[in-house]
């Protein structure tokens, strides 16, 4: 699974959209090869709801979350046969972002699924 990365919440008119269009082609392409299965971005902060356990009792917090330090902007569930081949996804991804979002900074975090 990978995971995009913000430094802070944004609204989807920021993205250009010669970036989503070139995701479409790079999801169109792998999807195609076998490899990308699912994915989506995710609707900001404001939309969100926390469901926390902490001290033996859960609470529900209403988005959006001023504390936060980064942001899951979304997700793409993708099939790799190595490590190695889902960095590189990864990395092409992110070069998407860095081509067509020139101010974009953020991250990707691939991590396989347990088995």
């Known amino acids: 699974m990978m995971f995009i990365k913000h ?18 082609g790079f999801i169109a392409e792998y999807a195609q090869k076998g490899m990308f299965i699912d994915g989506a971005g ?10 926390r356990l902490a001290d033996g009792k859960v ?3 209403d988005g959006p979350f001023t504390e936060a330090k980064e942001v ?10 190595t490590h190695a081949d889902a960095v590189a996804l990864a990395t092409k991804f992110m070069e998407l972002h860095r081509t067509y979002w020139p101010g974009f900074e953020g991250e990707s975090e691939v991590r396989p699924l347990q088995e």
């Open 7 to 24: 430094p802070k919440d944004y609204d989807f008119s920021e993205v250009p959209p010669a970036l989503f269009e070139a995701m479409g």
């Open 72 to 81: 899951v902007g979304g997700y793409s569930l993708i099939e790799a046969p």
């Open 42 to 51: 995710l609707q900001p902060l404001a939309k969100g709801t926390r469901v």
């Open 59 to 61: 609470t529900v917090t």
